[in-house]
């Protein structure tokens, strides 16, 4: 599918808002600013070198920002799970077993990121088939429409009953998608943070605590 077929509001659509609750720990961003990631030169001169800069904690205030689960897996993407999360309850999604509501366009995807499915083939005659989150293409591909359809970064939700899976897939899958979005991040010049949903009450500030402790090493 061309580039121009999405747009800013089946993006945000697709991905989420960003939720207000939740602590956040800055862990990188890339080099660009949002300005400078819409803006090109029109002269057919070679632009100057770009100057990096690390956005500080008030980077937010005016920007766009989406929430970003990268939750989905598959059976055969290679993930530490390696089985079918959040499309289904554990088993190739199929008429009657799925946990999501609307079938997303994956055209954009390459092959080797998409898994075929219980579903009849599409109307074109392909088979139906779903993305992974664990894929480094797909989490680049979604920067990469950030960096397109101006939209400023990405808050990568965690949850503390990863955190705390210490020693088991669950939480080794989340910090390789973590370290991927970070990276996407950077090579697209987006914001990236960490938003933490802990449960409420007092027992919520160990949980946060334990998971700023758990971050992989940048």
Request: aromatic share 12%; with cysteine.
């Amino acid at each position: 599918m061309a580039e121009h077929s999405h747009n800013r509001r089946s993006f945000l659509r697709g991905t989420g808002a960003l939720g207000a609750a939740g602590a956040a720990a800055w862990a990188g961003i890339g080099g660009r600013t949002p300005a400078a990631a819409r803006t090109g030169s029109s002269s057919g001169a070679r632009p100057a070198p770009e100057q990096v800069r690390t956005y500080a904690a008030d980077a937010v205030k005016g920007k766009v920002y989406v929430g970003y689960q990268g939750w989905f897996a598959a059976t055969g993407d290679g993930s530490p799970i390696n089985t079918w999360t959040h499309w289904s309850k554990g088993s190739t999604p199929s008429p009657g077993n799925q946990t999501f509501e609307l079938y997303p366009d994956v055209s954009a995807y390459p092959a080797g990121s998409l898994f075929r499915t219980g579903y009849a083939p599409l109307g074109n005659g392909k088979p139906a088939t779903l993305f992974s989150s664990y894929s480094t293409a797909v989490i680049d591909q979604h920067f990469h429409w950030m960096r397109q359809y101006g939209i400023d970064g990405a808050a990568l939700q965690r949850f503390g009953s990863d955190i705390v899976a210490v020693g088991r897939p669950r939480l080794e899958q989340r910090n390789d998608i973590q370290s991927k979005a970070r990276d996407a991040a950077q090579k697209y010049g987006r914001g990236f943070y960490i938003e933490y949903w802990t449960p409420t009450g007092p027992a919520s500030r160990p949980t946060s605590i334990c998971a700023w402790r758990a971050l992989p090493p940048r």
